[in-house]
T-cell receptor, first 113, second 113 residues
Framework: DAKTTQPTSMDCAEGRAANLPCNHSTISGNEYVYWYRQIHSQGPQYIIHGLKNNETNEMASLIITEDRKSSTLILPHATLRDTAVYYCIVPPFLGGATNKLIFGTGTLLAVQP | SAVISQKPSRDICQRGTSLTIQCQVDSQVTMMFWYRQQPGQSLTLIATANQGSEATYESGFVIDKFPISRPNLTFSTLTVSNMSPEDSSIYLC??????????FGSGTRLTVV
């Protein structure tokens, strides 16, 4: 499994962009990068995923470096409700499909008023 | 994406007893997963439950303690057997839909006294 490394915690001012880095230097060619977040006492929420191209949806943007060894999740205008633990996950690619999600410790993003 | 209904949402149980947690999905899914989240910790994968085959357990988890059933493509149960206070956790089920990401239930908060 491609192991990911994330900072333990980060702060961000409300209304500013939050940039959350993730290192996945052992990622293989078919493995995707997934981002989830968990707001206190809730189940994990899907944010975005990508393979090699940058991706954007209504929640966030995902920037993947050309060598795919790292990525950055961008929340363009952080709000207090974005305070959560953010997980960067690279599930193994087995049998032609992505497999189980293994969670690391994630990054606790604290959005400050 | 799929909608997951997990029951019960919470329970308080006596040590030595067993609790069965149900996970119902509104779509047919091949891959279902069960996780445990101990207080203040990240999610830990217990097992992968694919319909038509025995569940595959992660290191540190055994079938005698966490028996899993997967009778069809929309339903699964996880039993926490012979409970002790160390089993107090949030238990979550998750599914993977073809072409989509992974969706999580809201969890079962278990307290063993």
């Amino acid at each position: 499994d491609a192991k990911t490394t994330q900072p333990t915690s980060m702060d961000c001012a409300e209304g500013r962009a939050a940039n959350l880095p993730c290192n996945h230097s052992t990622i293989s060619g078919n493995e995707y990068v997934y981002w989830y977040r968990q707001i206190h006492s809730q189940g994990p929420q899907y944010i975005i995923h990508g393979l090699k191209n940058n991706e954007t949806n209504e929640m966030a943007s995902l920037i993947i470096t050309e060598d795919r060894k790292s990525s950055t999740l961008i929340l363009p205008h952080a709000t207090l409700r974005d305070t959560a633990v953010y997980y960067c996950i690279v599930p193994p690619f087995l049998g032609g499909a992505t497999n189980k999600l293994i969670f690391g410790t994630g990054t606790l993003l604290a959005v400050q008023p | 994406s799929a909608v997951i209904s997990q029951k019960p949402s919470r329970d308080i149980c006596q040590r030595g007893t067993s609790l069965t947690i149900q996970c119902q999905v509104d779509s047919q899914v091949t891959m279902m997963f069960w996780y445990r989240q101990q207080p203040g910790q990240s999610l830990t994968l217990i097992a992968t439950a694919n319909q038509g085959s025995e569940a595959t357990y992660e290191s540190g988890f055994v079938i005698d303690k966490f028996p899993i059933s997967r009778p069809n493509l929309t339903f699964s149960t996880l039993t926490v057997s012979n409970m002790s206070p160390e089993d107090s956790s949030i238990y979550l089920c998750s599914v993977k839909l073809q072409g989509y990401g992974y969706t999580f239930g809201s969890g079962t908060r278990l307290t063993v006294v």
